[in-house]
């Protein structure tokens, strides 16, 4: 058994309770996917910046040029910053994820102001922490994102490679297919841009990109046990942290109906 798919196997019961998370069917109205919308676009945002982290630990990326790691991992990493810094959208124009995310956002109604807030600190220097708890959002949002940033400041590769791999790029699929699934009826047509993502992931990630993650991952654990087990245990509490991401959603989700 090769080290990623014994990680696979041990992460099985938390990946089938994301993928089984009662948020999903929740989903019944534009109203309720601004909420979603709303929390999820920061995981979409962080999600990006592990991807830059991993791209800066296993290329070069300032100039003068040097030979960085191996080509094959230099590959596997650069094919996958290609598809998600500049995409196309459904209109055939270039863009990343996180934009075409902000766009869905922007046709569905749903508030933008933390997230665009929340870049503007960073553009002015605030530190990612600092600007988090700036923010008037969710206290899950701000563990989530929290998280991702302890995983790339402690700078060990192969447990950015994994957690990305396993908590996100080869997650994204299935946790997202049971939300696609009419969601353009149910919202009269005021989320086509978002099924267009939802749906752009599902032919993606869970395709080319996962697999592309999950051998650039093999490599740079390479059977080391060590190596496997701070994986392993990364991947788990990045789990547990999008189950309380999702939870944070479906509590917001019941408050509103509350409110109402």
Not at 22 to 37: A, C, E, H, Q, W
Not at 79 to 101: A, K, M, P, T
Not at 159 to 164: C, L, M, N, R, T
Not at 188 to 200: D, G, K
Request: charged share 20%.
């Amino acid at each position: 058994m090769t080290s990623t798919q014994f990680i696979q196997q041990e992460i099985a019961d938390l990946r089938q309770e994301l993928v089984n998370h009662p948020v999903y069917k929740r989903i019944n109205s534009t109203s309720d996917l601004r909420i979603f919308m709303q929390h999820h676009v920061f995981a979409v945002w962080d999600f990006m910046s592990l991807l830059k982290a991993l791209q800066n630990n296993l290329t070069c990326v300032k100039s003068p040029w040097l030979p960085v790691g191996s080509p094959d991992t230099r590959f596997l990493i650069n094919e996958i910053v290609v598809g998600e810094e500049s995409d196309i959208d459904q209109e055939g124009n270039r863009i990343s994820h996180f934009e075409l995310y902000l766009n869905a956002m922007q046709q569905a109604g749903a508030d933008v102001s933390a997230i665009n807030l929340l870049i503007e600190y960073i553009s002015n220097g605030v530190p990612v922490n600092e600007a988090l708890t700036k923010l008037d959002i969710d206290e899950s949002i701000r563990n989530f994102v929290g998280y991702t940033f302890q995983i790339i400041e402690e700078n060990k590769s192969h447990v950015q490679a994994a957690v990305f791999t396993f908590g996100r790029e080869d997650l994204i699929p299935d946790m997202f297919i049971a939300l696609v699934q009419d969601i353009n009826t149910k919202t009269n047509n005021e989320a086509s841009i978002f099924q267009y993502y939802l749906e752009r992931h599902i032919e993606v990630d869970g395709d080319h990109h996962s697999h592309l993650a999950i051998a650039m991952t093999e490599n740079l654990i390479a059977a080391d046990e060590g190596k496997q087990a701070e994986a392993l245990e990364a991947v788990k509490l990045g789990l547990k942290h999008r189950i309380n991401l999702w939870d944070g959603v479906l509590a917001a989700l019941e408050k509103q109906v509350e409110l109402a």
